[in-house]
């Protein structure tokens, strides 16, 4: 099972950026899956996921501004940003949790495999 997340860069306050993961090894229509980010010197905290139905849910400080979907055909899933902030710079993980048919989780250890990572960068 790889995943592997692209879309990150450094971007002007106010901004948006698309960032995508793909997934190999797993059909994304079984699993659920999960965003998350890690600032400089902070923990790794949930931003948003999607249940094996696809049912989407978004962190109640992020809502608004970051939505998640995810294409099946592609085995991708994505987290649209909006509005960006100073404070959103992180590295962004998706995350695939570790069984089927499971529901959106904002634990870590729900999650069973991990992309590498992308950085965003918001600069004001």
């Known amino acids: 099972v790889q995943l592997v997340e692209s879309g990150g860069g450094l971007m002007q306050a106010g901004g948006s950026l698309k960032l995508s993961c793909v997934v190999s090894?797993?059909?994304?229509?079984?699993?659920?899956t999960g965003w998350f980010r890690q600032a400089p010197g902070k923990e790794r905290e949930f931003v948003g996921g999607?249940?094996?139905?696809?049912?989407?849910w978004v962190t109640d400080s992020m809502k608004g501004r970051f939505t998640v979907s995810r294409d099946i055909a592609l085995n991708t899933v994505y987290l649209q940003m909006n509005n960006l902030q100073p404070e959103d710079t992180a590295i962004y993980y998706c995350?695939?949790?570790?069984?089927?048919?499971?529901?959106?989780?904002?634990?870590?250890?729900?999650?069973?495999?991990w992309g590498q990572g992308t950085q965003v960068t918001v600069s004001s």
């Open positions: 995350a695939l949790h570790d069984r089927r048919h499971g529901t959106i989780e904002t634990g870590i250890s729900n999650y069973a495999y």
């Open positions: 090894g797993r059909q994304l229509g079984y699993y659920a």
């Open positions: 999607l249940s094996w139905r696809a049912t989407a």
